[in-house]
């Protein structure tokens, strides 16, 4: 069965504490993996997708990477409007279009 | 005005009543989608519609019924909810061959709560 975990569900950081979130994920066949920033009150907003091991993408103070199993969401220095949920999913092997599967999310907090 | 815009924000509705949310996108995009977001739960799919055609239906109570009457908007429209039914629905949209060129776009949803 395809699923997404990510870890830890909570993150507080001080500012300027780099820290990185993990999202490990079991699919028949990954068809990219994609990351998403949610404020409070607010739908998901897309920051990167990532289609194989080694991959690399960097926005600002985030950067993601891909393994053959896990991603890693690389945030450094962070500031206090990182706050946020941050979510990675991945498409349902043989699904439609637009069919993914969400992990729970990482809520951070970075305080001043 | 750009992106995926929904109505209402907020909704509080009987379990007997009738509602209809709306979504309406303002990329070109061909493909709509209804995403449900509940408390301490992953984003779950409900329904795809690609060109106005629904291609998925993820086991969705059929107290939840979807229109797409064309590729900008998309309805939910709800009838005799329960109380479990309370969540954040959730619109999306994206291009007609989905993947990284094209990830979902999502509205800011519809906080759903049901009495």
């Known amino acids: 069965e395809d699923q997404v975990t990510q870890s830890p569900e909570a993150l507080r950081l001080q500012e300027g504490e780099s820290s990185s979130l993990n999202c490990s994920y079991t699919v028949s066949g990954l068809r990219g993996l994609f990351w998403y920033r949610q404020d409070p009150g607010k739908g998901p907003e897309f920051l990167f997708t990532?289609?194989?091991a080694g991959e690399e993408k960097e926005k600002e103070r985030l950067k993601a990477t891909l393994t053959k199993k896990e991603s890693f969401l690389h945030i450094t220095a962070p500031k206090p409007e990182d706050s946020a949920t941050y979510l990675c999913?991945?498409?349902?092997?043989?699904?439609?279009?637009?069919?993914?599967?969400f992990g729970k999310g990482t809520k951070l907090s970075v305080k001043p | 005005e750009t992106g995926v815009t929904q109505t209402p924000r907020h909704l509080v509705m009987g379990m007997t009543n009738k509602k209809s949310l709306k979504c309406e996108q303002h990329l070109g995009h061909n493909a709509m989608y209804w995403y449900k977001q509940s408390a301490k739960k992953p984003l779950e799919l409900m329904f795809v519609?690609?060109?106005?055609?629904?291609?998925e239906n993820n086991s969705v109570p059929s107290r939840f019924s979807p229109e797409c009457p064309n590729s900008s908007h998309l309805f939910l429209h709800l009838h005799t909810l329960q109380p479990e039914d309370s969540a954040l629905y959730l619109c999306?949209?994206?291009?007609?061959?989905?993947?990284?060129?094209?990830?979902?776009?999502f509205g800011n949803g519809t906080r759903l709560t049901v009495t």
């Open positions: 999913a991945v498409p349902v092997y043989g699904g439609s279009q637009g069919n993914l599967i």
């Open positions: 999306a949209s994206s291009q007609g061959v989905f993947g990284g060129d094209s990830p979902l776009h």
């Open positions: 990532l289609y194989s």
């Open positions: 519609y690609n060109f106005k055609e629904q291609t």
